[in-house]
């Protein structure tokens, strides 16, 4: 019998919100990012995407709506920056799946708002970490959709790429009206960043502003108090 990782979770997601999902290692993120997508069947509960439920899209339909990128990145990183963010226009391509000049438009703009223009004839294995990050977030762009979910996003990036990746998330979400959802174990720039966070746990978990959560002391006791502490005044966790 398959048990839940996580219960009673909670939580909406507004137009042009950026919102982090943290918790501790193998509490459950990526299975919830998996499982909001459709990727992965639901146990329980109701997921509704523009107050429709979502087993009732069509993959076309949810396709134009929702775009997901995971750790695992793409199968194969032989392709071009280019031809790896043209991939996120396959919902609206012909059954060849060429480009319309649109597609060509939306391509070149997302170049330019992610800082890859100089980077889009190199092949992704040419890339550093932080880069071949942006070209997956390029790439859930150009699938122009109002929610996107990411997979920790920030993951092997220095904190200045971390911080980099996160206040381009933040300009999109403020930019447009799309919606962000990532999972993240950098607490202390989600706290700085994001408009809510939901902190995943076993039993329940919480969501709200950083202001309502650090007002409500959930921090202190998120890992157990023996080793790290939660300072409010900071809004970061030092080591005891
Ligand atoms: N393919 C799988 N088959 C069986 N169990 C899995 C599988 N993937 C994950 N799990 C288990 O499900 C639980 C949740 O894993 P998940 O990867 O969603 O956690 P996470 O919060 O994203 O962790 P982390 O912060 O370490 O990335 C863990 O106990 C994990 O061992």
Redesign the pocket.
Known sequence: MISP?AENINFNVQSGELVALV??????????L?TLSGIQPKLSGEILLHNTLLSSYKSNQLAKSLSIVL?EGIPTKNLSVLEVIALGRQPYTNWIGSLSSKDIDVVKTILNDTGLNELQDKKCYQLSDGQFQRVMIARALAQDTSLILL??PTTHLDIYHKAYVLKMLKNIVKTTTRSIVF?T?EIGLALQLCDKIVI?QKEKSIFGTPEELIKQEVFSDLFGSDLISFDPQTASFKIN
């Open positions: 990782v918790g501790t290692n193998g509490v459950g993120k990526s299975t919830l998996r750790t997979d920790e999972s174990h995943l």
